[in-house]
Protein backbone atom coordinates (compact mmCIF):
# COMPACT_ATOMS: atom_id res chain seq x y z
CA UNK A 1 0.00 0.00 0.00
CA UNK A 2 1.39 3.33 -0.69
CA UNK A 3 -0.42 6.71 0.64
CA UNK A 4 0.33 10.01 -1.40
CA UNK A 5 -0.66 13.77 -0.38
CA UNK A 6 -0.27 16.31 -2.45
CA UNK A 7 0.90 19.51 -1.23
CA UNK A 8 1.90 23.11 -2.98
CA UNK A 9 -1.15 24.71 -4.68
CA UNK A 10 -2.25 28.04 -4.54
CA UNK A 11 -3.64 31.21 -6.68
CA UNK A 12 -0.99 31.84 -8.88
CA UNK A 13 -0.76 35.06 -11.81
CA UNK A 14 -0.53 33.88 -15.36
CA UNK A 15 3.33 33.48 -16.01
CA UNK A 16 3.85 33.15 -12.61
CA UNK A 17 5.40 29.86 -11.10
CA UNK A 18 4.43 26.81 -8.45
CA UNK A 19 5.91 23.99 -7.51
CA UNK A 20 3.69 20.93 -6.12
CA UNK A 21 5.16 18.15 -3.76
CA UNK A 22 3.69 14.80 -3.25
CA UNK A 23 4.86 12.71 -0.27
CA UNK A 24 4.82 9.29 -0.31
CA UNK A 25 4.49 6.72 2.61
CA UNK A 26 5.80 3.27 2.49
CA UNK A 27 9.34 1.89 2.65
CA UNK A 28 9.24 0.73 -1.05
CA UNK A 29 8.67 4.00 -3.17
CA UNK A 30 11.68 3.38 -5.13
CA UNK A 31 10.04 0.74 -6.46
CA UNK A 32 7.14 3.04 -8.08
CA UNK A 33 6.87 5.02 -11.50
CA UNK A 34 5.21 8.37 -10.65
CA UNK A 35 3.12 10.16 -12.55
CA UNK A 36 0.57 14.02 -12.05
CA UNK A 37 -2.56 14.41 -13.88
CA UNK A 38 -5.11 17.01 -13.54
CA UNK A 39 -8.66 17.75 -14.01
CA UNK A 40 -10.68 20.77 -14.24
CA UNK A 41 -14.26 21.46 -13.81
CA UNK A 42 -16.17 19.85 -16.43
CA UNK A 43 -13.27 18.28 -17.80
CA UNK A 44 -11.56 14.35 -18.09
CA UNK A 45 -8.90 13.92 -15.77
CA UNK A 46 -5.54 14.21 -17.90
CA UNK A 47 -1.76 13.29 -18.15
CA UNK A 48 0.81 16.04 -17.12
CA UNK A 49 4.34 14.08 -16.29
CA UNK A 50 5.34 11.28 -15.53
CA UNK A 51 8.48 9.53 -14.51
CA UNK A 52 10.55 6.17 -14.00
CA UNK A 53 11.45 4.97 -10.41
CA UNK A 54 14.61 5.38 -11.35
CA UNK A 55 14.28 9.12 -11.98
CA UNK A 56 15.95 8.72 -14.73
CA UNK A 57 13.56 9.01 -17.80
CA UNK A 58 10.51 11.55 -17.89
CA UNK A 59 7.40 12.52 -20.09
CA UNK A 60 4.94 15.63 -20.71
CA UNK A 61 1.97 16.12 -22.09
CA UNK A 62 2.96 18.00 -25.24
CA UNK A 63 0.17 21.08 -23.36
CA UNK A 64 3.10 21.60 -20.51
CA UNK A 65 6.52 20.49 -22.35
CA UNK A 66 9.02 23.11 -21.69
CA UNK A 67 7.25 24.60 -18.82
CA UNK A 68 6.94 22.04 -16.24
CA UNK A 69 9.24 19.31 -14.75
CA UNK A 70 9.09 16.32 -12.72
CA UNK A 71 11.50 15.26 -10.48
CA UNK A 72 11.82 12.46 -7.75
CA UNK A 73 13.78 12.05 -4.56
CA UNK A 74 13.96 8.70 -3.47
CA UNK A 75 15.28 9.47 -0.32
CA UNK A 76 12.44 11.33 0.82
CA UNK A 77 9.96 9.27 -0.84
CA UNK A 78 8.82 12.61 -2.59
CA UNK A 79 8.31 13.49 -6.56
CA UNK A 80 7.65 16.94 -7.90
CA UNK A 81 6.40 19.15 -10.16
CA UNK A 82 7.75 22.18 -10.98
CA UNK A 83 5.43 24.04 -12.57
CA UNK A 84 6.77 27.67 -14.90
CA UNK A 85 5.27 30.08 -17.18
CA UNK A 86 1.91 29.33 -15.69
CA UNK A 87 -1.54 30.02 -17.87
CA UNK A 88 -4.89 30.07 -17.30
CA UNK A 89 -5.83 26.85 -19.01
CA UNK A 90 -3.55 25.20 -16.48
CA UNK A 91 -6.37 25.70 -13.60
CA UNK A 92 -7.25 22.27 -12.50
CA UNK A 93 -7.22 20.13 -9.75
CA UNK A 94 -3.91 18.35 -9.59
CA UNK A 95 -3.18 14.62 -8.67
CA UNK A 96 -0.49 12.67 -7.68
CA UNK A 97 -0.09 8.75 -9.14
CA UNK A 98 1.99 5.94 -8.33
CA UNK A 99 1.92 2.44 -10.44
CA UNK A 100 4.74 -0.01 -9.26
CA UNK A 101 6.22 -0.90 -12.35
CA UNK A 102 9.51 0.68 -13.46
CA UNK A 103 8.13 2.81 -16.51
CA UNK A 104 6.63 5.38 -16.42
CA UNK A 105 2.52 5.34 -17.85
CA UNK A 106 0.49 8.46 -19.15
CA UNK A 107 -3.50 6.39 -18.36
CA UNK A 108 -5.76 6.94 -15.60
CA UNK A 109 -6.41 3.29 -15.90
CA UNK A 110 -2.67 2.24 -15.57
CA UNK A 111 -2.29 3.13 -11.84
CA UNK A 112 -2.84 1.64 -8.80
CA UNK A 113 -2.37 4.85 -6.17
CA UNK A 114 -3.99 8.22 -6.23
CA UNK A 115 -3.44 11.35 -3.92
CA UNK A 116 -6.62 13.28 -2.86
CA UNK A 117 -5.11 16.36 -4.76
CA UNK A 118 -4.30 20.17 -4.56
CA UNK A 119 -5.81 22.79 -6.34
CA UNK A 120 -3.74 25.11 -9.01
CA UNK A 121 -5.71 28.41 -9.91
CA UNK A 122 -4.00 30.65 -12.39
CA UNK A 123 -5.23 34.18 -13.13
CA UNK A 124 -4.83 35.87 -16.25
Known amino acids: QVQLVESGGGLVQAGGSLRLSCAAS????????MGWFRQAPGKEREFVAA????????YYADSVKGRFTISRDNAKNTVYLQMNSLKPEDTAVYYCAAVKDNWYRVRTYEYDYWGQGTQVTVSS
Open 26 to 33: GRTFSSYA
Open 51 to 58: IRWSGGNT
